[in-house]
């Protein structure tokens, strides 16, 4: 079992930034790719970023690329999503997931969640 708590959200305006932290214990955290979700209200959870499990990859939602940056401390097992440039359109509960295999960007390929940080985003 891996547990995953995430951390960092809140309300922010247009054009600011956030950085969400996801803490994990439970296992050895270097053999899990992680990967950061989100869930708008009434719409399916969606990809945003993942990382492999030595953080030399990242894969990024076509939305995101080149505002938000996915980052992992293997030492303090810990993930990290740094969020810039945030608009309204990226308000949702931001969910952290742990997958054991190889990295994947379909959120029922993970194996282990967070509980989410609601991150809100104002115009």
């Known amino acids: 079992q891996v547990q995953l708590v995430e951390s960092g959200g809140g309300l922010v305006q247009a054009g600011g930034s956030l950085r969400l932290s996801c803490a994990a214990s439970?296992?050895?955290?270097?053999?899990?790719?992680m990967g950061w979700f989100r869930q708008a209200p009434g719409k399916e959870r969606e990809f945003v970023a993942a990382?492999?499990?030595?953080?030399?990859?990242?894969y990024y939602a076509d939305s995101v690329k080149g505002r938000f940056t996915i980052s992992r401390d293997n030492a303090q097992n810990t993930v990290a999503l740094q969020m810039n440039s945030l608009k309204p359109e990226d308000t949702a509960v931001y969910y952290c997931?742990?997958?054991?295999?190889?990295?994947?960007?379909?959120?029922?390929?993970?194996?282990?969640w967070g509980q989410g940080t609601q991150v809100t985003v104002s115009s």
């Open positions: 439970g296992r050895t955290f270097s053999n899990y790719a």
């Open positions: 997931a742990a997958r054991r295999l190889v990295i994947s960007t379909t959120p029922s390929a993970f194996n282990y």
């Open positions: 990382i492999t499990q030595s953080g030399s990859n990242t």
